[in-house]
């Protein structure tokens, strides 16, 4: 059947991530106040999403289970941080929400003060984090991975706020390249085939996975929105834009960079609010098909392949919340569009192609709740597709489990990918929470690698590898390079083991940090997924897991110190961090606020429910 791509569309306002979780029955939704008209406040929001809290007994972002067992609320963590983001940035007395980013606000300033441009010329110098620490350790979230054309050492990464980073020592050492441009997010990378002559790299800037925000009426979805498509032809020294530009407040968020492998001039852009196409390198971009919204959220088209062996045929898919998912075809490099699949009650696909095979397109469908909906496969370039295994409370490659155990949820609707082997087609691995891989094109499937090396979660001694896989990408030599909430990994057997190559890379996500008043250069800070980090004799540490919040060294002595779990679980060491005891007087808010007592430092105040 023969559409436009306009048509996959049918805009309703729809909220959120638990709409349909199977862990608790009533949706945080219902408690909003009903009307037809208007958006919610940020504190309609904060309240309905509280007393859903309390009713179905979540804690810390834990539920326990008809097992009696402690189990994740899947993305708990994405409202709390998105509160936390939003709490100082909306009126605070409406709870209305910013209609401009701080960089538009600035850039409108510079107008009126053109004499006064931001400048890094001051007295800086980096110290870190830049120590990843490999497995359940990480330095922070990578979305995307690029690789140089014929040299192996070379390849770039892209972080959602931290730039754009090359290696040309596989992985040794990193050098940014991006420090000046407007928006640090980057979603996507393209890389010239022609680069060892011309050096030309573009980037799709924003972030197209969310991270810290969410899709709520505030409209700040993404850790960065898109200022469009930006172009280097000096290797990342300098930076122009092209034809495809935004400014943040229109919050575009750029999911996938095509560039034609016969033609360096022609590249396709997939976005939140359509697909582009540029034929003259980044001058002009016609929009080959448009995704409306309804003035409150956008349904992204969030990944595009092409063909191997033939760039008129390029597939595509969707990530629409709780509603019907679909994958379209071209077959005349974008001028038409079919639909060729569509799944029901999902919430996003990520597509896959081998040159080994270039009839096969492989699909990883997320159902409504982030868990895994199946694994498709066509045999016709795209044309049709069928079901090579279908997820169930024990076949959930996107849970928590390392043996696909655990309900059905997960969390697919931030982290999911899917790739290929390029000389064996057959050859499959898929990323959520944790990787699983295929040698028999997807009707069976055995952990890759689990996010921690507890016994409850990891049943099979498998490799830890930090969580969330936002890009799972093989080289054309074999090498299989993956992008997840901690950084950048590599395996050379195709995911039996792997190696982290996040060294070097400076691209946290902070918190909080402390600076010691006794030691020169003593830092303590908490980092979003990565825990929290200890700089002390210029090397870093890491000293507490998960989420890091507030950080605190006491001012008379180095060796007692503080870090803070979510909802203020402090952990103090007096013996700087030979061992440690939790304090935990209450729980409160996403990052609990303490200080020492200036005059007295066995003195501690936190604010909880109360001081």
């Not at 890094?120 to 497995?135: A, E, F, K, M, T």
């Not at 492989?362 to 909906?373: D, E, F, K, M, T």
Request: glycine share 12%; charged share 15%; hydrophobic share 30%.
């Amino acid at each position: 059947m023969q559409k436009n791509l306009l048509k996959l569309f049918i805009f309703t306002f729809i909220f959120g991530f638990f709409m349909s979780n199977n862990v608790m029955g009533q949706q945080w939704q219902d408690n909003l106040p009903h009307r037809t008209t208007g958006n919610y406040t940020f504190f309609e929001y904060q309240k309905a999403f509280n007393e859903y809290e309390e009713a179905n007994n979540i804690e810390n972002g834990y539920i326990i289970n008809s097992k009696g067992e402690k189990e994740k609320v899947p993305n708990w963590k994405l409202f709390r941080r998105w509160e936390y983001e939003q709490e100082k940035r909306v009126n605070q007395t409406t709870g209305e929400f910013p209609k401009t980013s701080a960089i538009d606000e600035y850039n409108k300033w510079l107008v009126d003060n053109p004499q006064n441009p931001k400048s890094l010329s001051g007295n800086w110098s980096s110290l870190g984090p830049d120590d990843s620490g490999g497995g359940y350790s990480g330095s922070g979230r990578l979305n995307c991975i690029a690789f140089h054309p014929t040299d192996n050492n070379t390849y770039w990464v892209g972080s959602p706020g931290g730039g754009l980073w090359r290696t040309t020592n596989n992985g040794s050492t990193w050098t940014v390249l991006t420090d000046d441009n407007d928006v640090l997010g980057v979603s996507d990378i393209a890389i010239s085939s022609n680069y060892a002559t011309d050096n030309t790299i573009y980037i799709a800037t924003g972030d197209k996975d969310g991270g810290s925000m969410w899709s709520l009426g505030g409209g700040t979805s993404n850790d960065n929105n898109s200022i469009g498509v930006l172009k280097s032809i000096d290797g990342g020294v300098t930076w122009n834009t092209t034809g495809l530009t935004f400014i943040t407040s229109q919050k575009v968020t750029i999911s996938r960079l095509l560039l034609d492998p016969s033609d360096n001039n022609t590249l396709y852009v997939s976005s939140n609010i359509g697909i582009y196409k540029t034929t003259d390198a980044g001058v002009n971009w016609p929009r080959l098909a448009n995704s409306p919204n309804d003035g409150s959220y956008y349904y992204p088209i969030i990944d595009m392949e092409f063909n191997p062996g033939n760039s008129s045929i390029i597939n595509a898919s969707t990530k629409r919340y709780n509603n019907t998912n679909y994958i379209y075809r071209t077959t005349d490099a974008g001028s038409n569009w079919t639909e060729e699949a569509s799944f029901s009650s999902t919430y996003r696909i990520d597509l896959a192609v081998s040159p080994n095979n270039n009839a096969y397109v492989y699909a990883i469908v997320a159902n409504s709740s982030g868990g895994l909906h199946s694994i498709q496969r066509s045999s016709n370039h795209g044309d049709s597709y069928g079901s090579r295994y279908t997820g169930s409370s024990t076949k959930n490659l996107l849970g928590y489990y390392s043996d696909a155990s655990g309900g059905t949820t997960g969390q697919g609707g931030y982290d999911l990918s899917i790739d290929v082997s390029p000389s064996d087609a057959e050859n499959v691995i898929v990323g959520g929470v944790n990787a699983h891989r295929s040698s028999d094109g997807g009707s069976t499937w055995s952990c890759s690698s689990c996010w921690t090396s507890h016994p409850t979660y990891n049943k099979g001694s498998h490799p830890v590898v930090h969580a969330d896989k936002h890009m799972l990408k093989y080289r054309s030599n074999g090498d299989l390079f993956e992008c997840n909430d901690g950084g950048v990994y590599i395996s050379t057997n195709d995911g039996s083991s792997w190696t982290d190559k996040g060294d070097g890379l400076v691209h946290s996500q902070l918190y909080r940090f402390g600076v010691s008043q006794t030691v020169s250069g003593e830092v303590i800070a908490g980092l979003q997924d990565n825990g929290s980090k200890l700089l002390s004799g210029g090397t870093w540490s890491d000293v507490k897991g998960g989420d890091g919040m507030e950080c605190i060294i006491d001012y008379t002595d180095v060796d007692v110190q503080y870090a803070t779990y979510v909802r203020g679980q402090i952990t103090r060491t007096t013996n700087h961090w030979g061992s440690a005891t939790d304090i935990e007087p209450a729980s409160g808010a996403w990052v609990t606020p303490y200080i020492i007592d200036p005059n007295a430092n066995q003195t501690i105040y936190a604010g909880y429910n109360n001081v």
